[in-house]
């Protein structure tokens, strides 16, 4: 169950804070992109929650923004990963980063984050690359340059953003790719051909 939580900081120690909301305190665990945010004590919170149940367990997470939400959920999803491992890469690199190294496939700088090896590394990219375009609010970036490599890799990759699996997709935008053809062009040949 996911919702929002607003009210007044009264304890904070990671990874947990406590939230008073009309006199009732609510422990949460949250990871440390959200507690270097975090206001003061005293002061006025809205969080984005996360509440899990489990068979001997109830737990509450709390996070500043939407997308660390939606990553801690996401990463929960690849096999063998569980809460503690999803706040550790929440606390070990930031939403946007995280999709870029899962959608270049840099299982090096991956296995720098706390709690991740390489096998682990391995199969984050494999189960969470289709959807590392979502986790950066739709906008993945190719590379250091902030831009994609070349028309066909941007092709590729909005190709993706429409439910495409990456080889589906790479396919289709080789297939469709002309000399001189720019990123929309490959799309609109790709989908055209897709369609037939």
């Keep these: 169950m996911i919702g929002r939580l607003k009210g007044i900081v009264i304890h904070k120690q990671p990874p947990w804070l406590v939230v008073d909301v009309n ?9 440390m992109s959200t507690f ?4 003061e004590l005293g002061r006025e919170v809205s969080l984005f929650t996360h509440y899990a149940q489990k ?15 939606r990553l801690f959920r996401d990463v929960q999803k690849v096999s063998g990963i569980g809460a503690k491992i999803a706040l550790a890469v929440l606390s070990g690199v930031p939403v ?5 190294l899962v959608q270049a496939g840099d299982i090096t700088a ?9 096998k682990t590394a391995e199969r ?10 979502d986790l950066m609010g739709g906008g993945v970036t190719l590379g250091g340059s902030g831009a994609p490599a070349d028309p ?20 289709m935008a080789r297939d469709a790719s002309e ?16 369609l037939r």
């Design 23 to 31: 006199g009732v305190g609510y422990e949460l665990e949250a990871p």
């Design 36 to 39: 270097y945010d975090l206001p």
């Design 55 to 69: 068979e001997d367990s109830v737990s509450l997470y709390g996070f500043l923004r939407e997308g660390e939400r």
């Design 96 to 100: 946007d980063e995280f999709a870029r």
């Design 110 to 118: 991956l296995t720098r984050i706390p709690g991740i090896g390489k």
């Design 124 to 133: 984050m990219v494999v189960e969470l690359r289709d959807r590392a375009a």
């Design 152 to 171: 066909q890799s941007e092709a590729i990759i909005a190709l993706q953003q429409l439910g495409y699996k990456p080889a589906e997709a790479a396919r």
């Design 179 to 194: 000399s001189g053809d720019d990123a929309a062009t490959i799309i609109r040949k790709a989908l055209k051909s897709a």
